[in-house]
């Protein structure tokens, strides 16, 4: 009789495990457009747009989506994802995210946060001491040749590094040339501890707070998860987000194509056309890499499905199905512009930054078609998603183009998914 009780016993476990799973995995329903609020006519107007820049040469293939309500109302494939393979562009076509991983490394911190194991306000030092005799450069010369280096009026935060005011230095504005010596200097790291403290040798462009920089600031957030944590930012992001929310397909490096899934990544030729970068093979550097740098800020592959599943959870309030990432007061808190007067040069006025989102504070100013309050990054591969909260609306456009500024895709999608919509 016990041994049939045990027996019993392990069923009723393993059957609550599959439902469990089950549960994280429920694929999101596709909802007629008219029904959502949404012109269908209108929606057919994205597809003409975009195949634009497929015949022109433009971008080797695109994939576009529209969530409403949590509703699939808009998702289509088109060109190719590996032009010289004839490869159709695929529904599950794996693409390089780049900053994309930005929003995702930051609610990594944030999950942390809500544990009550650091506070916004904590200097970055209390975590990374290394930071603690960080200097700022007077000039854009990091030597002190031409100008002295000076101690900054506050330390850095943990908050400055989620909102790009820490004043880090980067490879293209201020101490660019200390930043090229000292970070690509051989031998090159081979762990995110190593290039942070690297990092955090090179004087600061200016005073924490007291300016808006893009920087690698998410690389910090990054190797802030794993020292607080005490676990890998690569394993860290898998158990707490992407094993929850059923995100299967993203990670920073792949033991394989996946099926020939990873798309092959494109650039500029000298008349604009594109050219292969970087094959969706075998040979890429995202199966051949080694294994050790795991970058906040940009480091992660994706499908449009699993970050379909992060947005939505975000716009959810921190929930997805019956799995709960962050509490609701928190996500509020991520949404919020942080960077009060600064100006966000990288998109114009009317944009804001929140803990790892930029965020629309002016639609005018912006001259954006989102509401006030929508939350957006891109990809250096010319990826862009954003959540829309005033209008439950999620978007997501996904193609492997780099550099891309001199295509107006993903600004094009946006107004097109906006003309659509009705109500």
């Known amino acids: 009789m016990k041994i049939l009780d045990k027996k019993i016993k392990y069923f009723f476990i393993f059957l609550l495990f599959i439902l469990s799973s089950f549960s994280k995995s429920i694929e999101f329903e596709t909802a007629n457009p008219e029904q959502e609020g949404f012109s269908k006519e209108r929606l057919e107007r994205i597809a003409p747009a975009m195949e634009k820049y497929i015949n022109a040469n433009l971008t080797p293939g695109v994939l576009t989506a529209i969530m409403r309500n949590g509703k699939i109302i808009h998702f289509e494939t088109q060109g190719y994802m590996d032009v010289e393979a004839k490869k159709p562009m695929r529904d599950d076509a794996i693409f390089r995210i780049a900053s994309m991983t930005k929003p995702v490394a930051s609610i990594a911190l944030m999950i942390l946060w809500e544990e009550g194991l650091f506070q916004l306000n904590d200097p970055v030092s209390k975590y990374i001491p290394s930071f603690k005799k960080v200097k ?148 890429s550097r995202w199966i051949q890499s080694p294994r050790y740098l795991f970058s906040g800020a940009g480091g992660l592959v994706s499908t449009a499905r699993d970050y379909l599943r992060f947005q939505q959870m975000v716009l959810n309030k921190g929930k997805l199905n019956e799995v709960r990432i962050l509490a609701p007061s928190t996500v509020s808190l991520i949404l919020e512009n942080h960077t009060s007067d600064h100006l966000i040069w990288l998109y114009g006025k009317g944009v804001g930054f929140g803990l790892g989102y930029g965020v629309v504070t002016d639609r005018g100013e912006a001259s954006t078609t989102m509401s006030e309050g929508s939350a957006f990054w891109g990809g250096a591969y010319c990826t862009l998603s954003w959540i829309d909260p005033e209008n439950n609306l999620t978007g997501l456009i996904m193609t492997q183009l780099r550099p891309y500024r001199h295509i107006n895709i993903r600004q094009d999608f946006q107004v097109l998914t906006y003309q659509a919509l009705m109500e």
């Not at 942070?196 to 690698?216: D, F």
């Not at 020292?227 to 394993?235: F, R, T």
């Open 136 to 283: 700022v450069s007077t000039t854009s010369d990091a030597s002190g040749k031409t100008g002295k280096l000076i101690d900054p009026k506050r330390e850095p935060t943990i908050r400055d590094m989620l909102t790009h005011t820490a004043g880090l230095a980067n490879s293209y504005l201020g101490n660019s040339m200390a930043y090229d010596e000292i970070m690509n200097a051989e031998p090159l790291p081979k762990s995110n501890a190593e290039r942070i403290n690297r990092l955090s040798k090179i004087p600061l462009n200016y005073h924490p707070g007291e300016r808006w920089e893009y920087s690698h600031a998410t690389d910090v957030v990054g190797h802030l998860v794993e020292v607080i944590s005490g676990e890998s930012l690569d394993n860290f992001l898998r158990e707490r987000i992407f094993k929850p929310l059923d995100m299967k397909d993203t990670h920073f490096y792949l033991e394989d194509t996946k099926g020939g899934r990873l798309t092959a990544q494109y650039g500029p030729g000298e008349k604009m056309e594109i050219e292969l970068r970087d094959p969706g093979s075998a040979e």
